[in-house]
């Protein structure tokens, strides 16, 4: 009976869906290259010329290593305050960022190897959050990648590195909490 109530307000609820525009100065960061879309059933994702999928392991069972990127390592500090609001990064605060990105992510790959890791679950979405919003789930767009993380070319880099160290990553997707 709970499922069906569900069900039923998501089919209601589901063509009132409304798309982000998009927005031409957040093409590093976007999801969605279709300039026209006007529903989220419209996007379209970016190509990635030139990527060898890495096919996931039958077992999951092995080492992984949890990480809240922005408290991970700030491989790139000229994205920690790159909304220009005074409520994004403070090193001495435990409510604001304090600059973990995928670069810092990289740059660490050694050393989670090196301790026998071979998963990475990255606690909190690495999509758009506010500015303030340190630990990943305050998401405010599905479609933007959070510009404090790194743009998509950094994290295609960033899996990449991974999967070359015969290393996999989760991505923790909580939409709405």
Do not use: C
Not at 19 to 43: C, I
Request: aromatic fraction near 12%.
């Amino acid at each position: 009976m709970k499922w069906g109530i569900a069900g039923s307000l998501l089919a209601l609820f589901a063509p009132t869906t409304t798309a982000w525009p998009y927005e031409a100065s957040l093409l590093d960061y976007n999801l969605n290259v279709n300039e026209n879309a006007t529903s989220p059933f419209e996007y379209t994702p970016p190509s990635w010329p030139g990527h060898k999928y890495t096919e996931s392991p039958k077992n999951w069972r092995f080492p992984f290593y949890t990480i809240m990127l922005d408290r991970w390592v700030n491989g790139d500090p000229t994205n920690d305050n790159i909304n220009g609001t005074v409520f994004e990064h403070d090193l001495n605060s435990n409510q604001m960022r304090h600059g973990g990105d995928a670069v810092g992510l990289v740059d660490t790959l050694d050393y989670l190897q090196g301790m026998g890791i071979k998963g990475i679950y990255l606690a909190g979405t690495i999509l758009m959050n506010q500015p303030w919003g340190a630990d990943g789930y305050s998401i405010l767009d599905t479609t933007l990648l959070d510009q404090h993380y790194g743009t998509i070319q950094v994290w295609r880099n960033t899996i990449d590195e991974i999967h070359k160290r015969g290393m996999y990553v989760i991505f923790d997707n909580t939409l709405a909490t």
